[in-house]
């Protein structure tokens, strides 16, 4: 991986949280403005992706990021914050 990047934990909660209230639910996740939400069994751990890059908040948020390139990261860093500042 590349060098470390930021992404703004609390920002990544906030959307998911909005997502799992405001967005529709199906088998794979919440749907939510072009995200897709979802958490492992014990809901410990959250998964927030585009569809291009996958963000993974683990317990004590911990984070890893899997993208290809850094265009893609800074397009889903942008959404991110996009959704976190909308009124729904």
């Known amino acids: 991986m590349e060098k470390e990047h930021k992404i703004d934990v609390k920002q990544a909660l906030r959307v998911f949280d909005k997502a799992t209230r405001e967005g529709e639910k199906r088998d794979d996740g919440w749907h939510y403005r072009g995200l897709t939400c979802s958490t492992d069994f014990d809901g410990y751990t959250v998964f927030i992706s585009d569809g291009r890059v996958q963000l993974t ?9 899997d993208y290809r390139n ?11 914050a996009k959704v976190d500042r909308s009124d729904s």
């Open 70 to 80: 850094p265009l893609e990261l800074q397009d889903f860093v942008d959404l991110l």
């Open 57 to 65: 908040v683990f317990f004590h948020n911990k984070y890893s990021v």
